[in-house]
């Protein structure tokens, strides 16, 4: 990250993400849950809600019944950055089945023209309506040939359709293929090797309200704050979190750090020194705006996560939230 202001004030309030408490955990994380083949993923969501005694849940990438693996499923205020989970690339492992026989040497040289851009039509029974679409297919990976049947590995945009993926390529090979069975390994940086199952989530509650075992449970809820890991950053001055947390627009004068090349107009979120999300908000200003300027809005503030007086008041106020003077003013 880039340092505008060195003498900023050390940030000696908040807490680390990492040491909130299970309790804080709940009124903000993301669970990676390990959806089973079967339920729709509001059930699986549902039967999550009630393991964990919680009033807001959400998930992020609707996976279909038949398909299993990561459902990233927010909770408390998360649930407000469902839509980011959404926007995230996915990975998935996919079983295929040719409907006639073809050369390997052929499945293949088929298969590795479908990486980069490709169209595709969301099938029938899709939740989307049905244009062309163009998506971006980043790996295509064959793990095993097993006659008629092909498993790989595909890394992709959001919103890509393995059904129709396979469907395409059986096209391409003149045989017609199918889906036969989907798994979804990663979604975003969220991906199965941290994934709990609905049963661990139930045992690990149990053991936390009944033996005030908590280590189970706080290793399955992750700090809300990984969610915004793709956005770019905007460390703020901890004597202007709090106007941020007010609403306040955030002032050039107001940051800390910030990450390189960030462009005007673009989602960024808005961290405490400590790692904590304050607020997401849109760059009124490129980076090297930022650098090259002293006086000016920054970043305009849409959705704020903090509440106020997390952060003491430091900022002198005028009747208008988003003027702040510039000087602070220290609690004793």
């Keep these: 990250m880039i340092v505008r202001d060195p003498d900023a004030l050390p940030d000696r309030w908040g807490k680390r993400p990492s040491d909130r408490s299970v309790g804080e955990l709940l009124r903000g994380g993301v669970i990676i849950l390990d959806k089973p083949s079967g339920p729709t993923s509001h059930q699986a969501t549902a039967w999550a809600r009630d393991a964990l005694k919680v009033d807001r849940i959400g998930h992020g990438g609707t996976l279909d019944p038949y398909v299993s693996g990561v459902l990233p499923v927010t909770v408390g205020k998360a649930v407000r950055l469902t839509d ?5 690339d996915k990975e998935y492992i996919c079983l295929m089945r040719l409907h006639a026989d ?17 169209y595709q039509l969301p099938p029938v029974r899709s939740a989307v309506k ?11 990976e064959i793990l095993d040939i097993r006659g008629r049947d092909i498993l790989f590995r595909v890394s992709c945009d959001a919103g890509t359709y393995a059904r129709t993926l396979c469907t395409d390529i059986g096209d391409v090979l003149g ?4 889906m036969v069975e989907l798994r979804r390994t990663r979604s975003g940086k969220m991906t199965e090797a941290r994934a709990a199952s609905l049963q661990d989530l139930r045992d690990a509650y149990v053991f936390w309200q009944q033996n005030g ?11 809300m704050e990984v969610l915004v890991e793709p956005l770019p950053k905007v460390v703020v001055k901890a004597t202007a979190v709090d106007a941020v947390c007010h609403g306040a627009d955030l002032n050039i004068c107001g940051i800390h750090m910030l990450d ?5 107009n673009a989602l960024v979120a808005m961290m405490t020194a400590r790692g904590e999300l304050i607020a997401l908000g849109r760059m009124a200003m490129s980076t090297s705006k930022v650098m090259s300027t002293s006086k000016g809005k920054a970043v305009e503030t849409e959705r704020v996560f903090m509440e106020p007086g997390h952060y003491p008041r430091m900022w002198r106020y005028s009747t208008d939230l988003d003027d702040i003077d510039a000087e602070p003013v220290f609690p004793e």
Aim: proline residues 4%.
């Design 84 to 88: 980011i989970v959404l926007s995230s």
């Design 102 to 118: 073809r050369p390997e040497e052929r499945i293949r040289a088929v298969m590795s023209r479908f990486t980069g851009k490709i």
């Design 130 to 140: 049905r244009q062309l679409r163009i998506r971006t297919i980043r790996e295509l």
């Design 175 to 178: 045989c017609g293929a199918n």
């Design 213 to 223: 075992r908590e280590e189970w449970l706080r290793s399955l809820i992750l700090p």
């Design 260 to 264: 390189e090349d960030i462009r005007k």
